[in-house]
């Protein structure tokens, strides 16, 4: 699958942009609290925003991407204020990919969605009382050349999810850059 963009687009992306970390997603910080102490998978981290942000409130962190110049940036950023970040390069439009990576006290997706195999096998990856915290571009967002409809996380993507996780919380925002959502759910 090829989402907001293929792998030269993300790599050439990350190359050239500048030497600053950007702010992490606004949902994540004010929902930091709803993530379990410990371990975070952060799939499709990207250069780090988010994984840097949960680095600095004392969560060992594994970000996963495509973009190996994303990872790069990710682990030059940690370094420089001193945390170690596992970082592994995956193409998440193999179904399988997230099968062997590990178990997780919490499983971040932001600005990515997961297809029908991926969701199935994200319990298996999840702790008991683990968190799934996923957030990004939702259903009302307008469809344009960089996002299409099938970027779009939709609810019908978490019936595959519904008998091993209850959703705590819900969350619809609208914002200059769009629609977004955020679905956090607690695994039995």
Same mark, same amino acid.
């Given at each position: 699958?090829?989402?907001?963009?293929?792998?030269?687009?993300?790599?050439?992306?990350?190359?050239?942009?500048?030497?600053?970390?950007?702010?992490?997603? *606004? +949902?994540?910080?004010?929902?930091? $609290?709803?993530?379990?102490?410990? @371990? =975070?998978?952060?799939?499709?981290?990207?250069? /780090?925003?988010?994984?840097?942000?949960?680095?600095?409130?004392?969560?060992?962190?594994?970000?996963?991407?495509?973009?190996?110049?994303?990872?790069?940036?990710?682990?030059?950023?940690?370094? *420089? +204020?001193?945390?170690?970040?596992? $970082?592994?390069?995956?193409?998440? @439009? =193999?179904?399988?990919?997230?099968?062997?990576? /590990?178990?997780?006290?919490?499983?971040?997706?932001?600005?990515?969605?997961?297809?029908?195999?991926?969701?199935?096998?994200?319990?298996?990856?999840?702790?008991?009382?683990?968190?799934?915290?996923?957030?990004?571009?939702?259903?009302?967002?307008?469809?344009?050349?960089?996002?299409?409809?099938?970027?779009?996380?939709?609810?019908?993507?978490?019936?595959?999810?519904?008998?091993?996780?209850?959703?705590?919380?819900?969350?619809?925002?609208?914002?200059?850059?769009?629609?977004?959502?955020?679905?956090?759910?607690?695994?039995?």
């Amino acid at each position: 699958m090829e989402y907001i963009g293929n792998k030269k687009y993300w790599d050439d992306k990350f190359a050239s942009r500048s030497d600053n970390v950007l702010s992490p997603e *606004r +949902s994540i910080v004010e929902n930091l $609290t709803c993530f379990k102490k410990g @371990s =975070v998978l952060d799939i499709a981290c990207g250069d /780090g925003r988010n994984a840097l942000y949960l680095l600095e409130n004392g969560f060992k962190v594994t970000g996963v991407d495509f973009s190996s110049k994303a990872l790069e940036r990710l682990r030059n950023f940690a370094k *420089r +204020s001193n945390y170690f970040v596992n $970082t592994r390069q995956i193409d998440l @439009s =193999v179904s399988n990919s997230l099968k062997n990576i /590990g178990i997780f006290d919490n499983v971040l997706i932001n600005h990515y969605r997961l297809n029908k195999k991926q969701f199935l096998d994200i319990e298996n990856q999840i702790t008991e009382g683990g968190i799934l915290f996923i957030c990004g571009f939702g259903h009302k967002h307008p469809v344009d050349s960089k996002i299409r409809n099938q970027d779009l996380i939709q609810q019908e993507d978490f019936q595959y999810i519904n008998k091993s996780f209850n959703l705590i919380k819900y969350i619809e925002s609208e914002e200059d850059r769009g629609f977004f959502v955020t679905y956090i759910y607690r695994k039995y």
